[in-house]
């Protein structure tokens, strides 16, 4: 009974983004949904799930980014759309461009840097 209980927490919890919600949802009340995340295994369930969850999400989203700068792209080169359509196309491509591009960057650095990290034995700035 007590897992099922845990369980319906953890899902609320994860979809409903907020104590509260989480609490109504889980047919609970707010004070057991904060003592259940003071629970050390809890606790590492619920991140592990989110993190499952936020997973699932950036693919969706990683599968839909073809589509949608063909679709902007088409937009911006279809003579017959308006100017300023066409110019909110082109700043949408720019704007979310450069900061995927900006983010992507910063990935691959940071991936080097834990390479370098663990090359010379997890010991960064000790002499």
Do not use: W
Not at 24 to 37: D, Q
Not at 88 to 96: E, I, K, M, T, V
Not at 104 to 119: T, Y
Request: proline share 1%.
């Amino acid at each position: 009974m007590k897992r099922n209980r845990d369980e319906a927490i953890l899902a609320a919890l994860v979809t409903c983004g907020s104590i509260r919600q989480a609490a109504k949802r889980a047919f609970c009340s707010e004070s057991t949904v904060r003592n259940k995340l003071k629970d050390a295994e809890f606790l590492e369930r619920y991140k592990a799930t989110k993190q499952c969850f936020l997973a699932e999400a950036c693919d969706a989203i990683s599968a839909r980014l073809t589509l949608a700068i063909d679709t902007l792209s088409d937009i911006v080169e279809d003579e017959k759309t308006p100017t300023t359509i066409k110019v909110s196309a082109a700043d949408a491509l720019l704007r979310h461009g450069l900061r995927y591009i900006e983010a992507n960057n910063i990935l691959v650095r940071l991936e080097k840097l834990e390479q370098a990290q663990q090359a010379t034995g997890g010991e960064c700035g000790q002499e």
